[in-house]
């Protein structure tokens, strides 16, 4: 396993590899990696010739008063789960390079990027398709691999690619969860036993919501009302239950279809989010 500061130097050896005949399976992350990436960077090796892992906290993506300091940012322990899981390459630019003084054009995928978590982090999936545009542009990858844990942010991701004339093929892999139902995160570090133990009230309020569907429930303004008394006072906030169109997540009143349940909601000073796919 080779790690890579330079996207000048990855972007060469990706090259002398597609010369080659070779596929290689892309994961972006900001790395403090845990099973839910794993799973993505697994999905990339039974793919591909080749598996490039990207750590990157990306500053861009972040909001005023978000926690991009404090981001967990546990290298050492980074790199042995990617070697061990089979990773040829870790490129680990510095903020710096990607963003050299001047650094001045955005990409945004305007449509998808207005809803849920883009009406409450202004900024945030424009600062994501950015840094994608130019991590694809370094790797140049067959396949990218991304996780529904953010779905929202794969079908940006998806959308940028169609719209841009990326020729890979951006794969969504399935939410990884603790035992307990909780979505794995690397935010989940900052909670504290007693907010861990409130946050399974995000799962367990989408499970709830399955229930009440698979029982023939179809309005969302009961299912959302279900999930948000479930959530009650295990949360400090909630930023949106929303039930939405699964290939432009616009709002759905009655459920028929592909749907998308998702949930943003603050579990103490932690901002969590989960969401489940019905089919209806
Ligand atoms: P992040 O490091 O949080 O930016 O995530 C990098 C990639 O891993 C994204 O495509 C995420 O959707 C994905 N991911 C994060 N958590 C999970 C999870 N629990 N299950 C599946 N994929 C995940």
Redesign the pocket.
């Known amino acids: 396993m080779k790690v890579i500061v330079s996207a000048r130097a990855l972007a060469r050896e990706m090259d002398r590899l597609r010369r080659q005949g070779k596929t290689v399976g892309f994961?972006?992350?900001?790395?403090?990696?845990?099973?839910?990436?794993l799973?993505?960077i697994r999905r990339a090796r039974r793919k591909n010739n080749v598996v490039v892992v990207s750590i990157f906290v990306n500053p861009i993506q972040f909001g005023h008063g978000e926690d991009f300091t404090r981001y967990p940012r546990p290298v050492g322990r980074d790199k042995t789960l990617c070697l061990r899981a089979g990773v040829d390459y870790i490129f680990m630019p510095r903020p710096a390079s990607l963003y050299p003084k001047g650094f001045g054009t955005f990409v945004e995928a305007t449509e998808l990027s207005r809803p849920l978590c883009g009406a409450k982090r202004p900024g945030h999936f424009r600062g994501v398709t950015t840094v994608v545009a130019k991590l694809f542009n370094i790797v140049k990858p067959h396949a990218a691999?991304?996780?529904?844990?953010?779905y929202q942010?794969?079908v940006v991701v998806r959308r940028m690619a169609r719209d841009l004339n990326f020729d890979i093929k951006i794969e969504i892999?399935?939410?990884?969860?603790e035992r307990d139902g909780v979505?794995?995160?690397?935010r989940n570090v900052y909670l504290s036993p007693e907010e861990r133990r409130r946050a399974r009230s995000l799962s367990e309020s989408l499970r709830y919501a399955w229930k009440m569907i698979n029982k023939g429930e179809r309005s969302a303004q009961k299912i959302k009302a279900a999930i948000r008394s479930i959530l009650g006072k295990n949360v400090s906030k909630i930023d949106y239950v929303e039930i939405v169109r699964l290939d432009n997540l616009t709002v759905l009143k009655r459920l028929s279809g592909r749907a998308l349940i998702a949930l943003a909601c603050f579990v103490g000073r932690t901002r969590l989010i989960d969401n489940v796919v019905v089919k209806v």
């Not at 691999?145 to 953010?150: E, H, M, R, T």
């Open positions: 994961v972006p992350t900001m790395g403090a990696l845990h099973d839910g990436h799973s993505l691999y991304f996780g529904a844990k953010d942010q794969a892999c399935p939410i990884i969860r979505a794995m995160s690397s």
